[in-house]
């Protein structure tokens, strides 16, 4: 059963959808940057470290409830929304691959609240450093996904896409150095204060 929609119908749909993308995606990338905060915070003396974990918690409980599941949930309510105008979509390969790599973000997600939740506990096992590597998987969806979504069935694979694939991974590696190098930096500087 096809149901028709308006053009303006469409357009609203697919705001919906990129808005809620936009939400989600700024929730899910801060949302492991306080997750790789709260483990740093465990290497504070006290009263710091508990006083950094109830703020990093409740950040993040904010952070995942009020902003990054909100956007999620908009984002699929106008991905519905535009696959309700063009279920022809649903035959295409380019969107098959896109979903499934939004299977992948929505087990992100979840996964998310699972280390929300060990924090809480005091008993997250990742160290800041698997968190940052972490931190890298929705870029590289994110790129992967836009991709589909503008090229559809026409994915590039000429040597020019290869190099915007090759762009974001030094992009991504060089956060993870200027992190590194930041910090031994300031553990240089302690140890010289000391």
Same mark, same amino acid.
């Given at each position: 059963m096809s149901l028709h929609l308006s053009a303006e119908a469409y357009l609203w749909f697919k705001t919906l959808h990129i808005i809620g993308v936009v939400v989600w995606f700024a929730? %899910? *990338?801060?949302?492991?940057? &306080? *997750? #790789?905060?709260?483990? $740093? @915070? @465990? $290497?504070? @003396?006290e009263p710091l470290r508990q006083a950094f974990e109830q703020q990093f918690g409740l950040m993040e409980k904010r952070l995942a409830n009020i902003i990054t599941t909100p956007g999620l949930v908009v984002t699929i309510v106008g991905a519905a929304g535009l &696959? #309700? /105008?063009?279920? /022809? !979509?649903?035959?295409?390969? !380019?969107l098959h691959a896109k979903l499934a790599f939004v299977v992948i973000l929505l087990g992100y997600h979840w996964f998310c609240y699972r280390l929300m939740g060990l924090l809480a506990q005091g008993k997250c096992e990742w160290s800041a450093k698997q968190l940052r590597a972490f931190n890298e998987?929705?870029?590289l969806l994110l790129v992967i996904v836009v991709?589909? +979504? +503008?090229?559809?069935n026409q994915f590039p694979t000429s040597a020019a896409s290869w190099? #915007? +694939? /090759? %762009? +974001?991974?030094f992009m991504a590696g060089t956060i993870q150095f200027y992190a590194r190098w930041r910090r031994l930096r300031a553990e240089r500087e302690a140890s010289h204060a000391s």
């Open positions: 929730g %899910l *990338f801060y949302l492991v940057r &306080l *997750f #790789i905060y709260h483990v $740093e @915070a @465990a $290497e504070q @003396a &696959l #309700i /105008g063009n279920p /022809g !979509w649903l035959s295409q390969s !380019w998987l929705p870029t991709m589909l +979504v +503008v090229f559809k190099l #915007i +694939v /090759g %762009l +974001v991974v």
